[in-house]
Each structure stands twice: as structure tokens, then as C-alpha cells.
């Protein structure tokens, strides 16, 4: 089945540290997205990237990094500058050019940093 | 800046009634809209879209409306079931920009 896998699932760092969040697809995309989700905010987008070896920022990306090595892969890396990291991480993918077709989300990684 | 609104942020229905979403933008480049609806610790799933071409979509139990005058879409589900009961996002954006803006999601709770 295509998907896009995140991992892990449930994740815990302390203050300072920096911790990177898998995006993995199957889905032949050539797009891929990082949102981040908090109470009453709705989704924000953090950065995307359109081809791999190019990557744009969103909105939010202070304190954020990506990478885009490999057209299935987008990880990306909360750094220690991240000034409220806790939050609930989702990563998308669609096609590019866009033809209107929906974003496709995984499951999320829910970061806790304490 | 909020570009895409949901003012609601619950809504609580009872099974077999018509639950009504709403959802204002702010943006006038904004052509095309979509809904996704949203499980606890789980990512969004694609629901209904809507390019403003069109004033409605129709998809089984789920319609959206498009008021590009008044700059509002909502969505309209009936009946209601109580498998919806979810968080629902409105997005919006260009056509061909592919960057999604989500609204803050409106929380519906169906009720038998």
C-alpha cells in the first residue's frame, strides 16, 4: 500500500538537545511538506520541497531545518533554537507540478520537550 | 494573520441531523478549497474540494458550498453519523501553488 510512514509515533527530548523527525513515501511524489498542529492553530507550515536537493521555507521555519536527499525522504530537525518545539509534527505529499490533487498526510510524530 | 478562519471551534450534533461547517477566507487569491477532517494522533485525510468555478460538490454525505462573493465555503454533512465526529480543517490556496493555509479546525461531536 502507498503511504507516507512517520516515525516514531511518540517522541521525548530534553531542552537544548536536537531531534530529527523521519518522513518517509511511497507514493512516487515529488512534493513533500512539514506542518506543525497546536491547540486552536490549525496546521502552519513549516517547510516543502518541490524537487529533491530544493527545499523552501513556510511560514515557521525559524529554528527548523530539512534536508531532501532522496525524492522519498524529507526528514526534518528541530534545533535547539526552536523556541516552543512541543508539538505534533505532520508530514505531506502531493504531486508537482500541482494538478490539484489533496495532500496526503502521515499519522504525525507528537514531539515533547520538556 | 489569519487568511483562512473557522470561528467555530465545536460543534455538537445529533445522529441523523445535518451538521453545517463554516469557514470564512480573507485572501481573493484564493480559487481553490478544501476539506479535511482530522482522528485524534492520527495525520488529516482528504474529504472534499471545491475550485471556484464551481458554487458547489457534492461527494455522498458530504457537500460544500462555495459564497465567493461573501468569501465563505461550508460544509454540509447529512446525515449525520457518528463515525464523523472529528476535527475538520478548511484549507485554501491558489490554483497551482500547492501551499495549502488551514483554518483552526472545528471540532464535531455527533451524538446518538
Known amino acids: 500500500d502507498g503511504g507516507i510512514t512517520q516515525s516514531p509515533k511518540y517522541l521525548f527530548r530534553k531542552e537544548g538537545q536536537n531531534v530529527t523527525l523521519s518522513c518517509e513515501q511511497n507514493?512516487?511524489?515529488?512534493?513533500m511538506y512539514w506542518y506543525r498542529q497546536d491547540p486552536g492553530q490549525g496546521l502552519r507550515l513549516i517547510y516543502y520541497?518541490?524537487?529533491?536537493?530544493?527545499?523552501q521555507k513556510g511560514d515557521i521555519a525559524e529554528g527548523y531545518s530539512v534536508s531532501r536527499e532522496k525524492k522519498e525522504s524529507f526528514p526534518l530537525t528541530v534545533t535547539s533554537a526552536q523556541k516552543n518545539p512541543t508539538a505534533f509534527y505532520l508530514c505531506?505529499?502531493?504531486?508537482?507540478?500541482?494538478?490539484?490533487?489533496?495532500?496526503?498526510f502521515g499519522n504525525g510524530t507528537r514531539l515533547t520537550v520538556t | 494573520d489569519q487568511q483562512v478562519k473557522q470561528n467555530s471551534p465545536s460543534l455538537s450534533v445529533q445522529e441523523g441531523r445535518i451538521s453545517i461547517l463554516n469557514c470564512d477566507y480573507t485572501?481573493?487569491?484564493?480559487?481553490?478549497f478544501l476539506w479535511y477532517k482530522k482522528y485524534p494522533a492520527e495525520g488529516p485525510t482528504f474529504l472534499i474540494s471545491?475550485?471556484?468555478?464551481?458554487d458547489k460538490n457534492e461527494d455522498g454525505r458530504f457537500t460544500v458550498f462555495l459564497n465567493k462573493s461573501a468569501k465563505h465555503l461550508s460544509l454540509h454533512i447529512v446525515p449525520s453519523q457518528p463515525g464523523d465526529s472529528a476535527v475538520y480543517f478548511c484549507?485554501?490556496?491558489?490554483?497551482?501553488?500547492?501551499?495549502?493555509?488551514f483554518g483552526q479546525g472545528t471540532r464535531l461531536t455527533i451524538n446518538p
Open positions: 505531506a505529499s502531493t504531486n508537482w507540478p500541482p494538478d490539484n490533487s489533496p495532500l496526503h
Open positions: 507514493l512516487n511524489h515529488d512534493a
Open positions: 520541497s518541490q524537487i529533491v536537493n530544493d527545499f
Open positions: 485572501n481573493s487569491m484564493f480559487d481553490y
Open positions: 471545491i475550485s471556484s468555478i464551481k
Open positions: 484549507a485554501a490556496s491558489p490554483t497551482g501553488a500547492q501551499k495549502l493555509v
